[in-house]
């Protein structure tokens, strides 16, 4: 069964197509959305009201808050230093290698066929364009793009007409 007995679903939550999805091990918080093909790890934690498009991937370690846009695509890395092998040539198990956290801040939006590495944050109401590769911190309220993502944008007046209502802008 792709959604399995010990993923925690909040009230309203939709998942398109649920034999095509893979979840475990998580949790997603009330009236989010999860589009066909995404696969959510053990481990990771969506918030409330997110959208989570298509053919996306979220590992162990992500924590993505309230309000967020996942873009279709989206990938989600949680190792600094991947290898399939120790190095006497073994199977890499749990204790071989270690979970770096990624946090998504709220209301923040990550555009399709987005990279972000591992250990890193997004800021409450920042957006990534799609095709960025993020490599390191995003602040609040700006725009990045890019391979590695670059600051494109810092308008605030942009960001305070399209941000979300909800996003507390005195707790960044």
Known sequence: MPIAKDVQLGRDVRIFHPDLVNLYGCSVGDETRIGTFVEVQVGA?????????????????????????????????????PRATT??????????????????????????????????????????????????????????AGVPARLISSDEARHTATALPSVNRSSD
């Not at 409330?48 to 309000?67: A, L, M, Q, W, Y």
């Not at 209301?107 to 095709?131: E, F, R």
């Open 45 to 81: 934690n969506i918030g409330s009201r997110c959208k989570i498009s298509s053919h996306s991937f979220i590992c162990e370690g992500v924590t993505i808050e309230d309000e967020v846009f996942i873009g279709h695509g989206v990938m989600f890395t949680n190792d600094k230093y």
């Open 87 to 144: 190095a006497d040539g073994q199977p890499q198990g749990p204790a071989d290698w270690k979970v770096e956290p990624t946090r998504i801040g709220r209301g923040a939006s990550i555009g399709s066929n987005a990279t972000i590495l591992c250990g890193v944050t997004i800021g409450a109401g920042a957006i990534v364009g799609a095709g960025a590769v993020v490599t390191k911190d995003v602040p609040p309220r700006v725009v990045v």
